[in-house]
T-cell receptor, first 112, second 116 residues
């Protein structure tokens, strides 16, 4: 299932700098998008979401941008902290349905 | 903060045996889900459940799988006759409402199922 893709399997960033994670989707019926963070041996933890009627949503250090014409979303983490080191998944769903379709994840390493 | 709890954390079962994975969703949530992640692959949707019935299921969720909410708090996934390819991490999730009204799904820490 390639409907949601995260093309960068890993990202390394210096503490205090910006982390930018990207996600592309192909299904134009998706209208709700989420980012989850996952530590080893734990389940995905919800971070931030955005609906298709918006192009930006911000929550503290986390901002999600949505470009519907490009079918692309990104997650910005500013400033990055060592505790942000984890795997980040983007996920998408249709308003009328409720299943999440996940990307393959991006492993982020924040170096002190 | 309320959380979804799953038991056991690790289940080892012989091929052909039945297995039941258990979940306690967040108490005021109405929608319940099972996902799985085979090692090295994406998290994939199995089934969603609302108002005591399945609302959506994937093609993975065949006749070997069933879900049940036996009481007011538990939500279970049963695999009737396990196969080697059922080995995966199984995640339970719950949400207050459908995604269309902006309520995210919250996940448990998963049950690692190993079929021998």
């Amino acid at each position: 299932d390639q409907q949601v893709k995260q093309n960068s399997p890993s990202l390394s960033v210096q503490e205090g700098r910006i982390s930018i994670l990207n996600c592309d989707y192909t299904n134009s019926m998706f209208d709700y998008f989420l980012w989850y963070k996952k530590y080893p041996a734990e389940g995905p933890t919800f971070l931030i979401s955005i609906s298709s009627i918006k192009d930006k949503n911000e929550d503290g250090r986390f901002t999600v941008f949505l470009n519907k014409s490009a079918k692309h979303l990104s997650l910005h983490i500013v400033p990055s902290q060592p505790g942000d080191s984890a795997v980040y998944f983007c996920a998408a769903s249709r308003a009328a349905g409720n299943k999440l379709t996940f990307g393959g994840g991006t492993r982020v390493l924040v170096k002190p | 903060e309320p959380e979804v709890t799953q038991t056991p954390s690790h289940q080892v079962t012989q091929m052909g045996q039945e297995v039941i994975l258990r979940c306690v969703p967040i108490s005021n949530h109405l929608y319940f889900y099972w996902y799985r992640q085979i090692l090295g692959q994406k998290v994939e949707f199995l089934v969603s459940f609302y108002n005591n019935e399945i609302s959506e299921k994937s093609e993975i969720f065949d006749d070997q799988f069933s879900v049940e909410r036996p009481d007011g708090s538990n939500f279970t996934l049963k695999i009737r006759s396990t196969k080697l390819e059922d080995s995966a991490m199984y995640f339970c999730a719950s949400s207050e409402a459908l995604q269309g009204v902006g309520q995210p799904q919250h996940f448990g820490d998963g049950t690692r199922l190993s079929i021998l």
